[in-house]
Nanobody, 128 residues
Framework: QVQLVESGGGLVQPGGSLRLSCEAS????????IGWFRQAPGKEREGLSA???????LYAASVKGRFAISRDGAKNTVYLQMNSLRPEDTAVYFC??????????????????????WGQGTQVTVSS
């Protein structure tokens, strides 16, 4: 069964850090572009970051310089390190896999369309 499972969410104070994990089962992440997305209540889902199979990365302007995406092939896992968290980062965070070696941004945004495997999401709450 092809599956992505996110973990690592929780409650953190403003300025704090969290590391989200996205573990794949049933397929190898090595041949997929992996992305992280988030959705806050009442808002559209937003693409945050993506890493292609060669390791190059994309970031949304809202998180560039604060978030970092990385892969561990041995663990079949992709991570999202989130630093300097802000209350506006509060959302459900999803990872997703696209069966392409790379994707391109569209109008400066990371598109959802190429991604056909999605995790169930993990809640991140930034609050004092």
């Amino acid at each position: 069964q092809v599956q992505l499972v996110e973990s690592g969410g929780g409650l953190v104070q403003p300025g704090g850090s969290l590391r989200l994990s996205c573990e794949a089962s049933g397929f190898s992440l090595d041949t997929y572009t992996i992305g992280w997305f988030r959705q806050a209540p009442g808002k559209e889902r937003e693409g945050l970051s993506a890493t292609n199979i060669e390791g190059s990365t994309l970031y949304a302007a809202s998180v560039k310089g604060r978030f970092a995406i990385s892969r561990d092939g041995a663990k079949n896992t992709v991570y999202l390190q989130m630093n300097s968290l802000r209350p506006e980062d509060t959302a459900v965070y999803f990872c997703a896999a696209a069966p392409y070696p790379a994707i391109a941004t569209m109008a400066g945004r990371i598109p959802e369309l190429p991604f056909n495997v999605w995790g169930q999401g993990t809640q991140v709450t930034v609050s004092s």
